[in-house]
């Protein structure tokens, strides 16, 4: 074989790798990929292995941007290099990897921020004055609500080497809370704490719809976790979320 008839040969497999449709097990290859892929974004599709790079990069865009708005949100994506295009519709965020949660799934509010790890605690606790809950366990974070003084609050799990609290209400995580507003609360659950640091992970349900030139059409529901390299979609729908 010549050095021409190699070089047409490699030539030859790289546009046909370019034009070969999408698979979520190659985005999920360490190194493979780019930020803006979504790991998985297709990932209970019927026509996931029909999709190219270009309709899996904007269904990704639409995916982030959706996945960081409010609740059923619903952002629309299109393609007109292939005719596909669809909507995600972003779901309820949860919480895993909490222990007050005893392996269940925690509802939270959008946006929740999971970059601090929690130690166990429990207990019913009363906020001293009016006090703002906070998307992090910081100042600067969001203020997600303000509570008025009085309000019963249940610790879901203190902030490992800082005075805030990841707080909950009727079962649901609302954000954390700087323990000098604190107080247990006369005759509430004894506090528990200490015991091994988990770091929670935040996720999020979502449907998606999709349409491809030729009338196919498909719909699912699923949901994704944040992690350090952005979206990962995990498996079906949450229940309960």
Sequence with gaps: MTWRLASL?????????CGGGYSGGFWDQPGRGSGAYVDGVAMGSAYETRLTFSDVAAMSDAFTVAMSAEE???RPWSNGRTGASGEVIAGAPFLQNVDYARGARLRAPVGLETRWALEPAQGDYTTTSDTNVRLGASTASPIAETLPEGTVVEAAGQVRGAPWMLVARLGDVIGY???????QREGGDVLLAGGAAREPVYCRSFEQRLRLRGGARDMWRGFACQGSRGWRVRGSAAPGV
């Design 9 to 17: 040969l490699v030539l030859s497999l790289g546009l046909a790798a």
């Design 72 to 74: 059923e949100t619903m």
């Design 177 to 183: 809370m700087s323990t000098d507003y604190l107080e």
